[in-house]
């Protein structure tokens, strides 16, 4: 009896999943309903992404700050801090050029 009620489980998901594939794959609102699932999600991780470096350089100048007695800190001079975080942000606007560029092309604004 379990092992019917378990094949019957298996065909109802692998039928449920099939459906949303075959939606989400080949009817036109099915490609933009995935589109616009992954920009969200794409803009939700470039968020992501710049609070998580914007909170380790505030971290890291907190560290300059503080100068812990058991160990001995080698600091980066702030000229060096300032460059990375230029880097790092023009990094950030590079990749946000690029994914905009392709939603472009896939003619998206």
């Given amino acids: 009896m379990a092992k019917n009620g378990s094949f019957l489980l298996g065909a109802i998901v692998g039928g449920i999943a099939g459906a949303a594939a075959t939606l989400f794959l080949s009817s036109e ?11 969200t999600n794409m803009k939700r991780w470039q968020q992501h992404e710049k609070e998580n470096v914007t909170h380790d350089v505030e971290q890291q100048k907190g560290k300059e700050e503080q100068k812990p007695f058991s160990s001995i800190p080698i600091p980066l001079p702030s ?31």
């Fill in 29 to 39: 609102r099915g490609k933009q309903l995935l589109q616009e699932f992954t920009e």
């Fill in 79 to 109: 000229s060096d801090v300032e460059q990375l975080l230029k880097e790092t942000e023009q990094a950030v606007n590079d990749v946000e050029k690029r994914f905009n560029k392709g939603m472009d092309a896939h003619g998206e604004n």
